[in-house]
């Protein structure tokens, strides 16, 4: 059964940084892109960053351009998003997701809360 | 950027009647490779979404056949047939044809 576990959300203050994570299992975690997916409370989804399966590429939406920066450590089946300069509109519940090399998001984790705020 | 526009907003059903949503690209989701790279989500209330449909119109594994997807190009199509009470939830689709991936802004579906 593939299991996604995102951890690492808290409140920070504008400006702050953070890092979150996710714990994969029950697939072949190298074999597979990852990619970080964010909802502002009551609103719709926002794709924020991918990471193909090797690491070699990645890609990140404008709004975090800059200030993110995803990673993963295939040794430890882990994906991880560190959040720089964070901003209000940062607030939200961050997603990962898996995919293939067709970016169709097939499994998705619980999410972690980020909020932002003074 | 691909801009998805979903109609309409919200869409009352009755249990056992069939829901249909609409989906519009800003432009066409044809890839080079010559695939549709467009796919539906649910989110049921308190969940995360959950894939349901993707290339538009292949179920993923463990989706009911209630659920069907058609559609080419820029204009696409989720239909829900015999809806039943699980399927409350807002419906989401997504292209993965070009980067940054993009959603529509979701449809509601409710009793």
């Known amino acids: 059964e593939v299991q996604l576990v995102e951890s690492g959300g808290v409140v920070v203050q504008p400006g702050g940084s953070l890092r979150l994570s996710c714990a994969a299992s029950g697939f072949s975690f190298d074999g597979y892109s990852m990619h970080w997916v964010r909802q502002p409370p009551g609103k719709g989804l926002e794709w924020v960053s991918l990471?193909?399966?090797?690491?070699?590429?990645?890609d990140y939406a404008d709004s975090v351009k800059g200030r993110f920066t995803i990673s993963r450590d295939n040794s430890k089946n882990s994906l991880y998003l560190q959040m720089d300069r964070l901003r209000t509109e940062d607030t939200a519940l961050y997603y990962c997701a898996t995919s293939g090399d067709d970016w169709q998001l097939y499994y998705w984790g619980q999410g972690t809360l980020v909020t932002v705020s003074s | 950027e691909i801009v998805m526009t979903q109609t309409p907003l919200s869409s009352p059903v009755t249990l056992g009647q069939t829901a249909s949503i609409s989906c519009r690209s800003s432009q066409s989701l044809v890839h080079s490779d010559g695939n549709t790279y467009l796919s539906w989500l649910q989110q049921r209330p308190g969940q995360p979404p959950r894939l349901l449909i993707y290339?538009?119109?292949n179920r993923f594994s463990g989706v009911p056949d209630r659920f069907s997807g058609s559609g080419a190009g820029r204009v696409f199509t989720l239909k829900i047939s015999r809806v039943e009470a699980e399927d409350v939830g807002v419906y989401y689709c997504m292209q993965g044809t070009q980067l940054p991936l993009t959603f529509g802004g979701g449809t509601k579906v409710e009793i």
């Open positions: 990471v193909r399966g090797d690491g070699s590429i990645t």
């Open positions: 290339k538009i119109s």
